[in-house]
Nanobody, 121 residues
């Protein structure tokens, strides 16, 4: 079973920065995609940023130019650097890993328990 553990959340003032980290229990190169999602109270979980095994990245429009996703394969970690934070970035941030079975092509999603990010105005 895969375990993902997020860290780095906290309380920050608007305009500040936080760096989230996701530590996987096994080699992250076994996953096709690593991603960060967030969920604010009363809202659906949304994709924030994703990075493929080939280091292709994509971001939700609202964070482009402010957030950067990166991976350290040697440490089995994926980071989300968040700059110029806004109150609307307040949410629980979740790490997700996607594994694709070689033969069947079926995809399996693994989630971390989440870390709270609160941005005060």
């Amino acid at each position: 079973q895969v375990q993902l553990v997020e860290s780095g959340g906290g309380l920050v003032q608007a305009g500040g920065s936080l760096r989230l980290s996701c530590l996987a229990s096994r080699n992250i190169l076994t996953f096709t995609t690593m991603a960060w999602y967030r969920q604010a109270p009363g809202q659906q979980r949304e994709l924030v940023a994703a990075i493929s095994r080939g280091d292709i990245t994509n971001y939700v429009d609202s964070v482009k130019g402010r957030f950067t996703i990166s991976r350290d394969n040697g440490k089995n970690t994926v980071a989300l650097q968040m700059n110029r934070l806004k109150p609307e970035d307040t949410a629980v941030y979740y790490c997700k890993a996607v594994e694709r079975a070689v033969i069947s092509g079926r995809e399996y999603d693994y989630w971390g328990p989440g870390t709270q990010v609160t941005v005060s105005s």
